[in-house]
Every structure is written in C-alpha cells, then in structure tokens.
C-alpha cells in the first residue's frame, strides 16, 4: 500500500498554494507546499506588493514636481533611492511574515528546494521523496527571454528588479533605461522608473502599446500620455542584437527594415511570461501541457491525470483563465475542493475577470473588447468618449485618458469597458458586476451615480447610445 505524507502535495507556494493549503485545512485535510524560492510567491514578493508601493512613491513625487492646480506652485524633493527600496524591502517581509509564514502550522507544511515529479503520486525535493493523495501545480510563471543574438551575454532586468533581498534586486538608481516590450510590466516599471528621474525608452515590436487583449484605444490613449512624461516610445521594433558596452547595454533594433542602435546604462526584459512547466519533470507524471507549455486542464482545474490538478499562472490561459493573482488565489481554493472534498465540485468561472494596470492614469477592463464581442457573434454598438466629459475629471484638473463600452446592439447587453483614467482601477468593478449579471445599458443610466465621482463615467458613456452627452447639465439623463 501506497504511504503518502499529506493528502494535498502542492508545488508551489504563493497565492494559488496557500489559497489551497488554506481551503484544505478547512476541510480537515493536511498540505505540504515545496517551494524553490521565497515563500509567498511574485506577488508578495516581486510584482503586486513591491511595484505599487514604489509607483505610488513614484506619483508622490511627480505631482510635487507638476501641480495641476494655478496657485500651488510645483516643489522639488529629496532623493534617495536605496533608502525607497529599504523601506520597499520592509514592507515586503512584514506583510510576507503576516500573510504567509504566519499561517503555516500543524495541517500546512513548508519544504524548501526544488521539485520535480517522479511518478504521478511523488516529487523528489533534494534528496528527499515527497507524496501526496492528490497534487496541485501551482508553480507559476516567470519572465519570458526572447531568444535575442548577445542577450545570455549582456546584463539585463526582469520584473525580478523588484524582489526583495534577491539576486535580481535592483539597489542601485539607473540613470537611463531601455526597456524591450510594451506590455503592462513596460508601462507601469517605465513610467514609475521616468518619474524617478530615469531616462526610458521603450521598443515595443508591434505598432502599438499593449496589442494583446486590450482595446487599440486604450494602447493610443496611453501612449500620448507617456510620451507628455517624456518616456521614448518606439513601435514596430523588433530588437536583434544586444551588447555589452562599458557604460551599459545597446540594443540593435530593426524598425521598418532600417537598424537603429540605442544604448542605456540598463536594459529591462519585458516581454511577458511563461509558465513553470518545464524544469518539473511533468512528463515523468503524465501531464499535459499546451503549445504554450501551460498545464492543460478541464473547468475543474483537473488535468489528465485524475489525482492531479493546477491552478495559477502556470494553467496560462486554460478554461478561459488569464495571469492574475486573484484568479490563481480563487482558483487555488476551488481546486483543493473539487481534489479533496469528494463532492459538490466547483467549475471555474472565468467570463468577467477585471484588470488593472497601474499605470498614471490606470488602465482598467473587464468583459470582451469590441474585437472579441464581434468574434463571439455580437453585432456591436461600442462608443468611446474623452474622459474630459466627467466632471469628476475636470474638477480634479485630470481628464486624461478615454472610456469606451462594448455592448450588444440589438439587446443592449454591455459585454465590455474598458477605461484609461484618474481611479479606474476601482471604476471597473462597477463595469465588472454589471457584466457579471448581464446589465444593459439601461442599468448603467438608471443606476444613481454619486456626483463628482469617476465612476459617473460609466453613466456617461452609456447615456451616448441614446444622446450627446455633451448637450446634458450634470446629472441630467
């Protein structure tokens, strides 16, 4: 007979592992989680928690220095940039210590090290044999390296810069930076690292910021924004060649057949994200993977093999998900049910997922952009406005930025928004819980909205299937 050491053996343990270990402690069962690096994963430690709390440093400091107001005449601000990330640092152990070490006890184990599956049941870490009734991979995803001639040779960032303690971790300020991508990583890092007083420059390789799975408006909408902060942006270049120079990097980039050289005294990779799939020996367990190298599951979370599941980045785009830490932290849950509960399984559902990027102003979405609407069968009205039409915006002296909203033309369904302005971070919830329950436009009108607030914008935007917005006092619908 077979011995296990725990009935949920998970690989991994940042959010999606503890959401697990924790709906498995619930359940009365025992998880161990094995994990190479810190435990608490990317988010804690070097993405969500590090990068806002060093773009909100980062918005400090530019609004000192760029008052939107008459009156308040624009100041300058001390400096010191090792002091920035010690604080970044401590902030990073104290909330790892209270929302992840804390919680491991008599039911949650921790091993350290690499794991790798031996059979479909066990993982070797060291030089020890862990087992498990059932498996979850939850082993996340790390920066995708572009296959660039000279790029194992040159010294180059991920968003690891941000980790805490780390051997990636940036300490010292760089006084200019190429970044090679133009995804969300580029913007909120570029615009964050612009307003320290870095000089940045981004190669994106298509025509324009953030193609994959975002509206073109909203790609436009921010790229004039971060050209006013005078951040470079290069589109349609496919970089080549990457050099090591005496004082930094170049990069030789192709744009529109012609090269052109640009050099930085650090260079910044990125270009998206990969699951952790191949350095697991998930063959020797009999999963499989997707032409992206994601674990491949069903609505369950259940891969191929009944006793093994996943959930988290490393499932990619599986059952409809995407990389975000409250999918894997959800999702995570769901998985150790349906793998121990037994009964009642849970199906994910992941049609409304709203996204953030933390950029100045944010970009914000949820629901399908008006390509996917079409794709999917829906004959679409879709409309965008300048968020110079909500008062909120003028008041705050801020109307940056554009809302646009997707929605069915003949049921008036609205099935996406998307939003580039001041708090649309927190706006597109109210987007997405209206998507959630199949809103029409008519919802978003007749909902009262408090006046000033950004979140009138939503109001604002669906009011013009019907009317001009602009010939309507404040309020009026």
């Known amino acids: 007979m077979n011995r296990f050491d725990c009935d949920l053996l998970i690989l991994g343990a940042g959010s999606t592992a ?17 994990e190479q690096r ?7 430690n070097r993405g969500c928690l590090p990068s806002k709390n060093l773009i909100g440093a980062a918005a400090v400091m530019h609004e000192m220095r760029h008052s939107r107001y008459p009156g308040l005449n624009p100041l300058g601000m001390d400096f010191d940039f090792k002091e920035l990330i010690g604080q970044k640092d401590q902030l ?29 049941h066990t993982v070797q870490v060291k030089d020890k044999l862990l087992s498990g009734r059932k498996i979850l ?29 780390e051997s990636m971790e940036l300490t010292e300020f760089p006084d200019s930076l190429l970044i090679i991508g133009g995804g969300y990583i580029a913007l909120e890092l570029g615009q964050m690292f612009q307003r320290f007083g870095t000089a940045v420059t981004i190669l994106e390789r298509s025509s324009q910021l953030l193609v994959s799975g975002y509206e073109p408006e909203v790609g436009k909408a921010i790229a004039r924004i971060l050209t006013d902060e005078s951040i470079r942006i290069v589109t349609n ?14 990069v030789v980039a192709s744009i529109a057949g012609d090269e052109e050289r640009f050099s930085a005294e650090r260079l910044l990779i990125a270009t998206g994200r990969r699951p952790n799939t191949d350095r697991i020996g998930i063959d020797r367990a009999g999963v ?50 349906n793998a121990l509960a037994g009964k009642e399984l849970k199906s994910v559902d992941h049609r409304v ?36 039409l ?69 109001k604002i935007v669906a009011i013009s299937r019907f009317k001009n917005p602009e010939r309507l006092s404040c309020c009026a619908q």
């Not at 790029?151 to 805490?164: C, K, N, R, V």
């Not at 997405?432 to 329950?437: E, K, N």
């Open 18 to 34: 503890f959401a697990a270990a924790l709906r498995a402690q619930e359940l009365g069962k025992t998880a161990i989680m094995v």
């Open 38 to 44: 810190t435990i608490g994963g990317t988010c804690a």
């Open 92 to 120: 990073v152990q104290e909330y790892r210590k209270k929302k992840y070490q804390s919680l491991v006890g008599d039911k949650i184990r921790t091993e350290t090290g690499h794991a790798e599956f031996i059979d479909a």
């Open 137 to 165: 991979i939850a082993t996340g995803a790390r920066s995708f390296i572009p296959p660039i001639e000279g790029i194992e040779q040159a010294p180059f960032l991920t968003s690891d810069l941000l980790g805490s303690g």
């Open 237 to 250: 270049a496919t970089a080549m060649q990457v050099e090591k120079t005496a004082t930094g990097v170049t």
């Open 288 to 337: 499989l993977l997707d032409e992206h190298g994601a674990v491949k599951v069903n609505e369950r979370l259940q891969t191929n093999i009944a006793n093994i599941f996943a959930a988290g980045d490393v499932i990619g785009r599986e059952a409809g998900s995407q990389m975000a830490t409250p999918v894997g932290s959800q999702d995570g849950g769901i998985a150790a049910h």
């Open 353 to 388: 997922i709203p996204r953030v990027i933390f950029t100045d102003p944010q970009i914000a979405m949820a629901g399908m952009t008006e390509e996917q609407a079409e794709a999917a069968g829906h004959r679409c009205w879709c409309n965008t406005l300048p968020m110079a």
């Open 390 to 458: 909500v008062p909120h915006a003028r008041a705050l002296r801020d109307s940056r930025g554009i809302i646009k909203m997707v929605a069915d033309a003949e049921s008036n369904e609205v099935l996406g928004v998307s939003m580039v302005g001041r708090n649309a971070g927190e706006v597109i919830h109210e987007a997405a819980m209206g998507i959630r329950f199949h809103a029409k436009l008519d919802d978003f009108i007749d909902l009262l909205h408090v006046f000033p607030t950004m979140a009138e914008a939503l």
